[in-house]
Each structure stands twice: as C-alpha cells, then as structure tokens.
C-alpha cells in the first residue's frame, strides 16, 4: 500500500505530526510545563520515544505559542575533522553550537562563541517587532555524562555557560531530554541552574491504551481501518513479554509496548497490504504481513 502512515523504526519528524497518536496526555502536559518554566528536565526509559514526541507534538505547539524553537542540539557530536581539540574551550559547547547553527556556518567560525555569545547573535533583541521568545532543545542530553570523556571537566563548564546565557537572555528557555538512568549524574550541576533543576518531566513506556491508539488511528485517518478487535490482538502480542514459570519459559501480557517495535511492525504491515485494498485489515493479514517475531 501507498502513503504509509507509520514510520519504521525512525523517530518521527514535524512532518509526521499528522499520524502520531498516543501520547497526547504527556504532549499537552510537557508542552504546558515548558511554557510555565525556565528550565526543565524530560527523561524517560530508553526507547520510550522522547524524541518523537519533541518532533511532532511539542515543538510545534510550542511555536504554534508564538516560541521560537532553535533546532534541537546535542552535545556529545564528534568535532569535525578540520578542528583542533586544543582549539575548542568548551567541547559540549561546541558540540551544542554546532546543532543549533544547523550546518550553516563553518565550524571555525565557532570558536570562541559561548552559548550566549552565539544565541544572542542568532536571536531578535526583545524589542523588535517580530521577537518570539527563544527556547533551546538538548536531545540526548546523557551525552554530557556519557561523551568525551577525556574532557569532562567541560561538563561543569557547559552548565556555567547555561547559567549565564539565562541570565543575560531573560526570556531564554531551556529544555534537557535524557534517559532516565542518567538522571542522578545531573545532581552535582544542579545547584547552577533556576530551582537547581526541580521542574521534571516523567515519560513513562506506551501503555496498551496509548498503544492501541497509534496502532488503530494512522490506518483509520488513511482509510483502510483494521477490522474489530484485530487491532486489539496485535496490540496484546505486541505487550507479550517472556517469563519463566516453575522452570518453563512461557509469554504473559505485560503493561507496556515498546513504540519502535509497534511502528516496525505496522510499517511492514502496511507496506505489504495489497494494493487494490479497500477493506478492513484482517486478521489473516496481520499475521502474514506484520509479523512481530
């Protein structure tokens, strides 16, 4: 089938926003919560689809309020090969500058920028007549605990310059995504951030009710729905997790679903529906097309 609303095992992008179903609870809350502070801390499992939902539900309701979302950064990239190390004061910095410039300029032309050097250079001063208030995105930000680990001295550095550029940019809002297993590392930086870093945001996994909508709705708004109670039982295959009982491996419907595994599983499916389909996807189908093993 053409037009296929699931995106495999990629993250969602803007684009996407249209067919993703099933977190809109902790977009309306994330969203709500960046709105109301300066700096906040969104974590959750590996996997869970922080990302995702960032592309397609956050950023734009964020603009959609009249922000102006900076490209998400990151600040465990590699530095380019035409950069000294000895050259770079701060590599998370760097690293974050480099995303948030998006490509455009060199990377020479970085060097000695610091965070707020660099965002007021590329922002609008608060009395122009088209100002939107900024806001800077740090996807994978367990990078800074995790990456160049020859330099993490940079790691306290980095939170300094986040200090000052919060300072200096009043209006400035910063938003950190993390795994939550990193969470803890953060402690000993907390104390250089606004309410040293108490405004959090929890994502758990996608529960089956979450689940069963991002199965469901994609196919419905492409018109081709799955038929009654199909959906459901792709749904529970796909919360099946293994145990072991008495000495016997055998499989139990668990709380959660792993999200890129939904979204390999019905991309598939799509993609080897028939052409000429007009029907209601069925059973039969699913477990030829979407296998889940």
Same mark, same amino acid.
């Given at each position: 089938?053409?037009?296929n609303?699931?995106?495999?095992?990629r993250?969602?992008?803007?684009?996407?926003?249209?067919?993703?179903?099933?977190r809109?609870?902790?977009?309306?809350?994330?969203?709500?919560?960046?709105?109301?502070?300066?700096?906040?801390?969104?974590?959750?499992?590996s996997?869970?689809?922080?990302?995702?939902?960032?592309?397609?539900?956050?950023?734009?309701?964020?603009?959609e309020?009249d922000?102006?979302?900076?490209?998400?950064t990151?600040?465990?990239?590699?530095?380019?090969?035409?950069?000294?190390?000895?050259d770079?004061?701060?590599v998370?910095?760097f690293?974050?500058?480099?995303?948030? #410039?998006?490509? @455009?300029?060199?990377a020479? %032309? !970085?060097? $000695?920028?610091?965070? *707020?050097?660099?965002?007021?250079?590329?922002?609008?001063e608060?009395?122009?007549?088209d100002?939107?208030?900024?806001?800077?995105?740090?996807?994978?930000?367990?990078?800074?605990?995790?990456?160049?680990?020859?330099?993490?001295?940079d790691?306290? #550095?980095?939170? @300094?310059?986040?200090?000052? %550029? !919060?300072? $200096?940019m009043?209006? *400035?809002?910063?938003?950190?995504?993390?795994r939550?297993?990193?969470?803890?590392?953060?402690?000993p930086?907390?104390?250089?951030?606004?309410?040293?870093?108490?405004?959090?945001?929890?994502?758990?996994?996608l529960?089956?009710?979450g689940?069963?909508?991002?199965?469901?709705?994609?196919?419905q708004?492409?018109?081709c729905?799955?038929?009654?109670?199909?959906?459901?039982?792709?749904?529970?295959?796909?919360?099946?997790i293994?145990?072991a009982?008495?000495?016997q491996?055998?499989?139990?419907l668990?709380?959660?679903?792993?999200?890129?595994q939904?979204?390999?599983v019905?991309?598939?499916?799509?993609?080897?529906?028939?052409?000429?389909?007009?029907?209601?996807?069925?059973?039969?189908?699913?477990?030829e097309?979407?296998?889940i093993d």
């Open positions: 089938m053409k037009n609303p699931y995106v495999g095992p993250p969602y992008e803007r684009e996407d926003r249209r067919n993703f179903y099933g809109q609870r902790e977009a309306r809350d994330l969203t709500s919560l960046i709105l109301a502070e300066r700096v906040v801390l969104f974590y959750a499992p996997g869970a689809g922080k990302t995702s939902l960032l592309n397609a539900q956050v950023i734009p309701a964020l603009e309020n922000f102006n979302v900076l490209p998400t990151r600040v465990g990239s590699e530095l380019p090969p035409e950069i000294d190390p000895d770079v004061e701060n998370f910095v690293s974050a500058l480099m995303g948030l #410039g998006g490509g @455009e300029a060199p020479e %032309a !970085l060097l $000695g920028h610091t965070l *707020l050097s660099f965002l007021r250079q590329h922002c609008l608060e009395d122009a007549p100002y939107k208030p900024p806001i800077v995105i740090f996807d994978q930000f367990e990078e800074i605990l995790t990456t160049h680990r020859e330099r993490w001295q790691a306290r #550095g980095f939170f @300094e310059q986040m200090r000052d %550029a !919060l300072r $200096g009043p209006t *400035l809002g910063v938003v950190l995504a993390m939550e297993d990193h969470v803890a590392g953060l402690d930086y907390a104390p250089l951030l606004p309410r040293r870093l108490r405004a959090r945001f929890r994502m758990e996994r529960d089956r009710k689940a069963l909508e991002a199965v469901k709705r994609p196919a708004e492409a018109g729905p799955f038929d009654p109670g199909v959906a459901e039982r792709l749904v529970d295959d796909l919360c099946r293994k145990v009982v008495r000495g491996q055998t499989s139990v668990g709380p959660f679903v792993e999200p890129v939904l979204q390999v019905c991309h598939r499916l799509w993609e080897n529906l028939p052409e000429q389909e007009d029907n209601a996807i069925q059973w039969e189908e699913v477990e097309f979407g296998n």
